[in-house]
């Protein structure tokens, strides 16, 4: 029952369970975290546009790309390392 | 043992809850059907959804059956003022103030709205009700844990200790422990109130009449807020390092890459936000849709119409209630585990076993 402070579970099976959660957990935040990168994205360059009177919405294009790379380069270095 | 417990103690609880569950659903058939002999002519259905979801002045428990709540204001000229919500129902003028879409405004002799007054809006809503009536429930719950442990000490836990107990174990064990290592204790307290804030708003969010506390943005967006802060203050060297100069960027990506980081930073809790926010609100517009179709029927095709839907659509109801159950769970599970994620991977040592979050280069190893 005492468990001492930073001593491992025997129950390896349970861990493996636990593990599959932990990365269904982080999957599931990265959605969220490249809806909301891109987003940001879209709304800043609009903002700029907005600001600029540009014709071309030319920061809408080019900050809504770069937030995609941004979003994907976030979502590659969140994936569980295994 | 334990775990077979608090099986047992899940499956009670579960189904006394869900009997809960079908009450709410036959409490709104028949609120629906009151409303439906006074109005003939339409049922709007996102109005009453929106109705449902959203803050109110007023708690309404049932049709017609509503606790008045205080109005609270402050303006420059009149200092502070404290009335009964009942007093603007339906649109009234009360003191000059008028409720227009959720919003208060000082309004002239002839009901105009004065936009150029600023009312500071301090009141209490059906939100803030349901916040402080969780917050004394959990007191009083934790308390009687807590004075629980203090008499049984070295005995086997008692009466509602013995439910929270695994509960209390299972986030420490599965959640703090694995994401924390060795520093978790210090991180214990906020992620237990978390869990159990968020499990208890879920689960009273779900009771006939309740509030939709954790449906509501603003307080998602202020348990982020404070995950914000954990994090980041806690945040060791490593963190920081790694947002001002990722390893492994090229000198010349440098100019993209820190803004990218630090856009990272914020999406975190954004995600918290969203999620809990969308997962509960949705979970609470597909049961009233559900309800909803009942009376969508009958307008369309007669009472008799509206029967036979019902029968099919009661079933769903009560499915959809057993769902949301497991989702109040699963929703303060999630946010607690991915909080204590976050400030693992703020805290954690580079020379310490990873976590899978954060990259470290090939030549780290």
Do not use: C
């Not at chain 1, 009177?53 to 937030?67: D, K, S, Y």
């Not at chain 2, 009083?140 to 929270?164: C, D, E, H, T, W």
Request: charged share 15%; net charge neutral; proline share 4%.
């Amino acid at each position: 029952m005492e468990n001492k402070p930073g001593s491992t579970d025997p129950k390896s099976r349970f861990d493996k369970a636990n593990r599959k959660v932990t990365s269904y957990t982080q999957y599931s935040s990265i959605a969220f975290q490249m809806l909301g990168t891109i987003g940001l994205g879209v709304w800043g360059g609009m903002k700029l546009d907005e600001w600029q009177g540009n014709r071309l919405p030319v920061w809408t294009i080019v900050l809504a790309l770069t937030a995609i790379g941004a979003s994907l380069y976030l979502f590659i270095k969140g994936l569980p390392k295994e | 043992m334990m775990r077979r417990l608090f099986n047992r103690f899940f499956v009670v609880t579960s189904l006394f809850l869900s009997s809960f569950g079908l009450a709410t659903a036959q409490e709104h058939t028949l609120d629906g059907q009151e409303t439906h002999q006074e109005q003939k002519e339409k049922f709007n259905v996102g109005e009453m959804i929106m109705h449902h979801i959203r803050d109110d002045r007023g708690w309404e428990f049932a049709h017609g059956v509503t606790l008045p709540l205080p109005v609270i204001l402050y303006t420059a000229d009149r200092g502070l003022e404290v009335f009964s919500s009942s007093h603007l129902n339906h649109g009234e003028v009360y003191n000059n103030y008028k409720s227009e879409h959720g919003h208060l405004y000082r309004v002239n002799e002839a009901g105009e709205p004065l936009k150029d007054v600023k009312v500071y809006d301090f009141s209490i809503t059906k939100n803030v009700a349901s916040l402080m009536l969780s917050a004394i429930l959990l007191i009083l719950i934790f308390r009687s844990v807590a004075s629980g442990y203090a008499k049984n000490k070295g005995k086997a836990p008692k009466g509602l200790q013995s439910f929270l107990e695994p509960i209390v174990m299972f986030v420490r064990d599965e959640i703090a422990k694995p994401n924390l290592g060795p520093q978790y204790e210090k991180y214990l307290p906020y992620l237990l109130t978390l869990f159990f804030f968020i499990l208890i708003n879920n689960l009273l969010g779900l009771l006939p009449g309740g509030a939709n506390l954790t449906g509501n943005i603003a307080v998602t967006l202020v348990l982020a807020v404070i995950t914000f802060f954990v994090v980041n203050l806690n945040g060791n060297k490593h963190y920081w390092a790694h947002l001002v100069k990722p390893t492994g960027v090229p000198v010349a990506l440098l100019p993209i890459m820190i803004p990218v980081e630090i856009v990272g930073v914020f999406m975190k809790p954004f995600s918290l936000m969203v999620r809990l926010f969308a997962n509960i609100t949705a979970g609470h517009i597909i049961i009233l849709s559900l309800i909803s179709l009942i009376f969508i029927a009958n307008n369309l095709g007669g009472s008799a119409t509206g029967w036979g839907i019902s029968l099919i659509v009661a079933p769903f109801t009560i499915f959809m209630n057993l769902i949301e159950l497991l989702v109040a769970f699963l929703q303060a599970f999630i946010f607690t585990l991915l909080t204590s994620m976050y400030i693992g991977s703020a805290i954690e040592d580079h020379h310490e076993a990873d976590h899978g979050i954060g990259y470290e280069g090939p030549e780290a190893h």
